[in-house]
């Protein structure tokens, strides 16, 4: 089942950079940019998590915290606090309301992203797995490792993350420009082309010999990790 995220920001532009970047992880999605409109969205229906701003019209992030921590449906709900604010003084603020964890504005979007892997995982473990098997290829989560048919399969760190990113989402089809948001962090700015050299390293360590090439190449779109690998044709 996918984990759903709200996002309580009102800052259009984050807003729909976090969205972006949530969705292409594969979460169900929604957005908020007043603290009473997501009030009313989280009495109608709770997420798996939300990313909370400090500062919204309508109802600040603090006290929306504070009152999803009152609820007993919202009491154990995973909350990620956005904020300009970086003393320390008003992190301590801010986890004592009830936040799980703290993020200070401007903030890498990779970053962002393992905490919220992470807090999903500490509360839903079922909803990421810490092993993906697909066919006869096992990528260990947590021990770094990659094996195919038993072999391991020795991978650079952006080979790896790239091999992740595919096999989280069998089928879909992501284009070098989505390759480059989701493992290289929308931050970097390096050429296109550049996924296809990682590509390349990755299929010439995970193929040996007439073995088939689970990474399909799709002429105008990009890249996908071939939903049918592993199954009979």
Known sequence: MTARILIVEDEEPLAMLLRYNLEAEGYEVETAARGDEADTKLKERTPDLIV?????P????????RRLRARAETKTLPIIMLTARGEESEKVRGLATGADDYIVKPFSVPE??????????????ERVAAV??????????????????????DLGPTEYRLLEFLMERPGRVFSREQLLDG??????YIDERTVDVHVGRLRKALNRGQQRDPIRTVRGSGYAFDDRFGKAI
Request: glycine share 10%.
């Open 52 to 56: 909370l701003d400090w500062m919204l």
């Open 58 to 65: 309508g109802l600040s992030g603090i006290e929306l915290c």
């Open 112 to 125: 962002l992203l393992a905490r919220v892997r992470a807090l999903l995982r500490r509360a839903n473990p």
């Open 132 to 153: 993906l098997v697909i066919g006869e290829i096992e990528l260990d989560r947590e021990k770094k490792r990659v094996s195919r048919t038993g072999r391991a399969v």
């Open 183 to 188: 493992v290289w962090g929308s931050e970097i």
